[in-house]
């Protein structure tokens, strides 16, 4: 790679800020980093938070990424079926080092036919479906299998960021990031996994969830079928 190493997001419509935002952060930290926010236009994208992230290029006009990422959030459900996009992530991870994903993100990578045979991370809610991918499904923070790296749900975002700069400039220059942005999670309840928060709380969050979860298999599921009748 050259002295310039370029990380590039997909970014998109209903998007979980934090998916993107979190490493980020982590790489824009980086020396010789370059970010690149992609959409299909540079027209203002909503979060799924209400307020909105200006692209840097498009699909068209993006260049090599070194690095690709697919964030996740409720604006993934319509990602998987958008041929565009797919396209898109599939010409990129030919020369990509590292094709990578946070939270749901991953599902976008399966249905790009990216995660056949590989270990992969998701959110708690959603990391079976990979299995209609191919992928292989594990309950981790952040996976690395080959050139394949992905985190989990939104705030593993931050380790995931870690994990690929240490991979590209080595542990001391990750450390030095993690040092510099203070993060030292404490937080002030162990509910960060359905083990740590207990039946009570998993049943609450899944429930509140159903309506979304039901649209997301189901857009895995047609992903997954057209992936099948195109032979891959």
């Known amino acids: 790679m050259s002295e310039t190493i370029h990380f590039g997001f997909l970014l998109f ?3 979980t800020q934090l998916d993107l ?8 930290s980086a020396p010789g980093a370059q970010i690149h926010l992609i959409w299909k236009s540079l027209s203002p994208v909503p979060t799924s938070a ?3 992230i200006v692209p840097t290029t498009s699909i068209e006009t993006c260049p090599q990424l070194d690095v690709i990422c697919v964030p996740g959030g409720p604006g993934q459900i319509a990602l998987m079926d958008d041929a ?3 396209a898109f992530l599939h010409r990129q991870a030919e020369r990509a080092h590292f094709v990578t994903s946070v939270c749901t993100g991953s599902l976008v990578l399966g249905a790009a036919g990216l995660l056949r045979g590989y ?3 998701c959110h708690w809610m959603s ?4 299995e209609l991918f191919g992928a292989i499904p594990e309950d981790a923070r952040v996976v690395r299998d080959r050139n394949r790296i992905t985190g989990g749900g939104v705030t593993a975002g931050i ?3 870690l994990t690929v700069v240490a991979e590209l400039y080595g ?11 203070e993060y030292n999670p404490q937080p002030p309840f162990a509910a960060g996994s359905p083990v740590g928060a207990g039946r009570k709380v998993t049943e609450r969050v899944t429930e509140n969830a159903q309506a979304r979860q039901a649209r997301r298999l189901d857009a895995s599921k047609k992903a997954a079928a057209n992936l099948a009748a195109a032979g891959c």
């Open 13 to 15: 419509p209903d998007i």
């Open 21 to 28: 935002t979190g490493p980020a952060e982590v790489f824009g």
């Open 50 to 52: 209400g307020w909105k």
């Open 84 to 86: 565009p996009v797919l």
């Open 119 to 121: 270990r992969a991370a």
């Open 127 to 130: 990391k079976n479906q990979l």
């Open 159 to 161: 380790d995931f960021g």
């Open 171 to 181: 542990e001391e220059t990750a450390k030095s990031i993690q040092l510099a942005i």
